[in-house]
């Protein structure tokens, strides 16, 4: 939700015409496909349970102004106060409680994302040598309240705080408390495309849950596995969840075009003024306006980046699904998703595994993963049952795909830790992360937070 971060460029009106080649517009040949990760990840005052705050000499935007001297991000600021930095087409953002965001320039392989995540790491375990900070990944924060946690000063998260406050009483906790790790593939064609869509689809609720790992907040166990999935479920039915037109054979651009133009317009950029829409569609607002204003490309690319379905269609397409994982476990989501949709005998095998299940079935798993994680059933199958015979097939894609590094290890050996300490026990993240508070740590927050740390 932080990523769009430019400036309105233009305030030509468009129409319909326009719109409708978008999507076509930004297919890539298949030797030019790329991999995006977006890596969320939370601060605390060192030694302490207390969340990092935004304001402060070792506050958040005094690391983002450290970051800067040091490694030679540039800084972009709204009303003086720093709130992103850039270094070429890498990306360091703010989600709206403070949690830290790399949007990592497109890459080609899961080795290179590697190297992305390792000079990150490096870069923010200096900050904690110079600063009195603790990073830690989950998918939800398991010891700050609500109210421990600074709003970061933009009016974007403004608007959205009261806008998203008044659809879903998991709002506020999706926007301050939860982190995830993203990942974005590129399409070719629309053929191409809507069968990843489809297979995404098919496929999140079993990647959220293979991923779970918010089992606790305000340091108690909340009965969840994906706390984070929960918070999202309930934030605004209208721009979140799974879409069932693209489980769909017959899906299209269009549809996605549909979705977006139902769907209820946040704010628009006129000059340097973010200017609230109050739920006007964007359908309304393209052929009607609203208050003198006329809808532009700025206006749309602002929109789809507003809406927050479980995978959403841009200029590639963007799978939210996985909660904040431990730093050793990140390549693999995105390991997983490129071993499945990057070969083509890989997504046909996939789909021919999950394509059957009803709606209804999709959506009750989809609901009771948050508690149950690969326990809970899918039709007449157990998550587990499922999710071992897809890591297999995304395994002999990536091995297909052949992408080796300086040690000659293909792509497949990034799922290698996920099969040894998730698949090969059956236990989620989060189930390890419960019996490590009950036993090992003994409701030791400390203990617990060191667990989670950077290594």
Known sequence: MSTYLRASKSEQAISLDDLRGYFQAHGKPVSRHQLGVEWELFGNVRDTLAPLPYYGTSGIEAVLRWLSVKFGYQILEERGHAIALFRGQNYVALEPGGQLELSAEPVETIHDIKKQLDQFRQELVSVADNLPVTWFTAGFHPFARFDQMDWVPKKRYEIMRDYLTARGEGAQDMMKRTAANQVSVDYSDEQDAMEKLRIIYALTSLVSALFSHSPLSEGKLNGYLTYRMHAWRNTDAERTGLLPIFLEEFASFEEYLDYVFNAPMIFIIRGEAWVPMKGVRFREFLFKGHDGFWATKDDFELHLSTLFPEARLKNCIE?????????????????????????????????????????????????????????????????????????????????????????????????????????????????????????????????????????
């Not at 997983?336 to 999950?354: C, M, P, Q, S």
């Not at 090969?424 to 989060?430: D, G, I, L, Q």
């Open 319 to 455: 799978i939210r699904g996985a909660d904040g994982q431990l730093f050793e476990l990140v390549p693999a989501v995105t390991a997983f998703w490129k071993g499945v949709l990057y070969d083509k005998l890989a997504r046909h095998d996939v789909w021919e595994i999950v394509r059957d299940f009803t709606w209804e079935e999709r959506c009750l798993f989809h609901r009771d993963m948050e508690k149950q994680g690969l326990r809970a059933m899918l039709g007449q199958h157990r998550g587990w049952e499922l999710i071992r015979e897809i890591l297999v097939i995304a395994r002999r894609g990536l091995r297909a795909q052949n992408r080796l590094n300086g040690r000659g290890q293909d792509e497949s050996f990034y799922l290698d830790l996920l099969m040894e300490k998730v698949v090969k026990p059956e236990k989620t993240p989060a189930e390890i992360l419960i019996e490590k508070w009950e036993h090992e740590f003994q409701g030791n927050g400390i203990k617990l937070l060191n667990y989670l740390s950077l290594p």
